[in-house]
């Protein structure tokens, strides 16, 4: 089973920062569509954002908007999540998913419709 690793997580204060990656030595990021997720206690995963090979974004969470910025290393396999400003109401784990470049295929907001997953990485804005 393919599988991406995400890393960057941890406890950081309101207002503070942390920048999340995601990658893989199974297989080329380039080729994917490659989308972050965040799922709080008790809430449904939710889509954050989803980046195209080209560099485009489709956004999916108003209430990240001007403070969460996402980006591709292709160098180094990697996608990218910068977020500052964090609140309380950013706590959760997020998740890298990624779906292959294809015909009928493109970012997506439903988790089901990516192929494959990373573990999840913990955040949490705390004071």
């Known amino acids: 089973q393919l599988q991406l690793v995400e890393s960057g997580g941890g406890l950081v204060q309101p207002g503070g920062s942390l920048r999340l990656s995601c990658t893989t030595s199974e297989f080329t990021l380039y080729n994917y569509y490659i989308a972050w997720f965040r799922q709080a206690p008790g809430k449904e995963r939710e889509a954050i954002s989803c980046?195209?090979?080209?560099?485009?974004?489709?956004h999916y969470e108003d209430s990240v908007q001007g403070r969460f910025n996402t980006s591709r290393d292709n160098a180094k396999n990697t996608v990218l999540l910068q977020m500052a400003s964090l609140e309380p109401v950013d706590t959760g784990v997020y998740y890298c998913?990624?779906?292959?470049?294809?015909?009928?295929?493109?970012?997506?907001?439903?988790?089901?419709?990516?192929?494959?997953w990373g573990q999840g990485t913990q955040v949490t804005v705390s004071s």
């Open positions: 980046i195209r090979p080209s560099g485009t974004i489709v």
């Open positions: 998913a990624a779906i292959h470049v294809g015909v009928g295929t493109r970012c997506a907001r439903l988790a089901g419709d990516y192929e494959y």
